[in-house]
Nanobody, 126 residues
């Protein structure tokens, strides 16, 4: 499974970006898709997840109310809509796919996912 993350860039504080995660050739709705991010010197952290089968969504507390995850099965694409961006959101963002249906305690663990994209850089200037 090859995941392709795109949509990153440079934006000012308060701005918006939309990240896309595509996986040509697979049935995306058979996978749970998550977004993670990693800032320099920090551990990779879970940002959001959309669970397979039921579409249940999880969000990290730091992005709740600002970010929204969505899935377009027809386009085999998962989006991360990021609003009210802050300098603390600066990181490389990765999408990941897994066959599990994670719960609250597991969705943000990297080991929950088998497949990873290459990452896209998001930089928020103050």
């Amino acid at each position: 499974v090859q995941l392709q993350a795109s949509g990153g860039g440079l934006v000012q504080t308060g701005g918006s970006l939309r990240l896309s995660c595509e996986a040509p050739g697979i049935s995306f709705d058979s996978y749970t898709i998550a977004w993670f991010r990693q800032a320099p010197g920090k551990e990779r952290e879970g940002v959001s997840c959309i669970r397979r089968s039921d579409g249940y969504k999880y969000y990290a507390g730091s992005v709740k109310g600002r970010f929204a995850i969505s899935r377009d099965n027809a386009k085999n694409t998962v989006y991360l809509h990021m609003n009210s961006l802050e300098p603390e959101d600066t990181a490389v963002y990765y999408c990941a796919a897994g066959v599990l249906r994670p719960i609250q305690s597991s969705w943000a663990r990297p080991e929950t996912y088998e497949h990873w994209g290459q990452g896209t850089q998001v930089t928020v200037s103050s």
